[in-house]
């Protein structure tokens, strides 16, 4: 299995001298098969113009799978031009909330955006996901709900023979329960997504001082994802869904602090590739 991440940032893009090492674009992680194409796409934030660098040209022929549906997981869909292809073949998946295409128009049309979801070229069908275990695109996929404010919010478990990651990439455990550290409990769902698995893809927006703050606003803290990581037994951390302003420099000290760390620690940048069975983050 190849992870590529094609946009790691959070809330909103992050453009600018400052921002550049780990990205600015907003969540988008492609994933394929070895030395294919990837088939499926998880979130659409500004990060998927980025994934159509990875088809050179060729239409994408898959699964695209959103945890949720706020802007910065959505607003790349209509600049996303592997999919948005006369030949591309795409099945768009949400949270079960009703008419998936008819959701998700709410913001992709006039007076928000030109076109509606319909004028996207190419075979397109929505439908919702509910919680429980699929088979998609020759993976494994178990989908559960997770504490996020603002409408239904999913995390995903994605397997295949040579391995397996979890994807929280928006996930407020604050909301279900304050827990030890006042920066939320381990909710039962993200503990059956993450338990045992090779990689944590985990929302990381604030850090703990910036934490009671802006916990209202349905994030984790750092400290929370790693501790997450370390009940799990999650093999390996990645920190994503940086803050905006978050920048470069502050993020290269956070990954500094955990140096050593068990799991290791590492902050999500724009383009790394990571290959399971795990090897190093390129």
């Known amino acids: 299995m190849r992870i590529v991440i094609c946009g790691s940032r959070g809330s909103t893009p992050a453009p600018g001298p400052d921002f550049v090492r780990y990205g ?27 994934a159509t660098e990875l088809f050179d040209g060729r239409p994408f022929r898959g699964t695209l799978l959103f945890g949720h549906l706020h802007w910065d997981h959505t607003q790349g869909l209509p600049f996303f031009s592997a999919g948005d292809n006369d030949d591309a073949r795409v099945h768009a998946l949400i949270p079960e ?11 992709m049309s006039p007076p928000h955006f030109p076109i509606g979801p319909d004028r996207l070229r190419g075979e397109w069908k929505w439908d919702g996901i509910d919680p429980g275990v699929h088979q998609i695109e020759g993976f494994e996929i178990v989908a559960d709900e997770i504490p996020h ?5 999913f995390g995903y478990r994605i397997s295949d023979d040579t391995g397996s990651f979890a994807y929280l990439s928006d996930h407020g455990p604050v909301s279900h ?12 769902a993200a503990r059956k997504i993450c338990d045992d698995v090779d990689l944590l893809i985990h929302d990381s927006q604030h850090t703990a001082s910036e934490f ?25 951390v990645l920190l994503f869904h940086h ?40």
């Open 177 to 188: 329960a304050e827990g030890p550290h006042g920066q939320g409990d381990f909710h039962a």
């Open 24 to 50: 600015g674009h907003t969540s988008c992680v492609a994933v394929a098969h070895d030395g294919k194409d990837p088939e499926l796409i998880l979130d659409a934030g500004t990060g998927i113009r980025r």
């Open 149 to 153: 404010k603002g409408g239904r919010a």
């Open 97 to 107: 909330q009703g008419d998936a295409e008819a959701v998700f128009a709410r913001f």
């Open 212 to 236: 009671p703050s802006r916990s209202f606003l349905g994030h984790s803290a750092i400290d929370y994802a790693v501790e997450l990581a370390e009940t799990c037994n999650a093999k390996h």
């Open 243 to 282: 803050d905006p302003t978050r920048t470069d420099d502050q993020l290269d000290e956070i990954v500094a602090s955990y140096r050593g760390h068990v799991p290791p620690v590492s902050a999500a940048a724009e383009g790394d590739v990571i290959d399971l069975p795990l090897g190093p983050v390129s």
